[in-house]
Structure formats: structure tokens, C-alpha cells
């Protein structure tokens, strides 16, 4: 199975992950091996979560 996804969180369980960056492979792997990397596709991950988080804590607050 092919899965082509904008949120890296979507591929966390993916045996082989291709990074690709205008049309170009740019990182290759597992999860844990882009991760250990901190190349691209760790930052955008990371971004990506921290993003997640933030929107998490605003819903909680409007909660209260």
C-alpha cells in the first residue's frame, strides 16, 4: 500500500517512509530512523506536534 500524506503523523506505522520535497526524495527509512536523523522530516514532525499541542490546550481552556 502507497499513502501519500501532508500530516507526517499519518505515517508513523509505515514500514519505509519516502520524504519528499519538490518532487524529489530528499529522506528514506522508519519512523525512528527519520527521527534519529533530525533532518527534515523530524523538524516538520516536530512542528506539526507542537502545533497539535497548542491546539489541544486552547480547546481545553475554552472548556473551562
Known amino acids: 500500500m502507497i ?3 501532508h500530516r507526517l503523523s499519518s505515517v508513523e506505522n509505515c514500514d519505509e517512509i519516502l520524504y519528499m520535497q519538490e518532487g524529489e526524495i530528499k529522506e528514506r527509512g522508519t519512523f525512528q530512523e527519520l527521527m534519529a536523523q533530525k533532518g527534515h522530516f523530524a523538524k516538520v514532525y516536530q512542528i506539526q506536534k507542537a502545533r497539535d499541542r497548542e491546539m489541544l490546550d486552547r ?3 475554552e472548556d473551562l
Request: net charge negative; hydrophobic share 35%; aromatic share 0%.
Open 59 to 61: 480547546e481545553g481552556e
Open 3 to 5: 499513502i501519500s500524506a
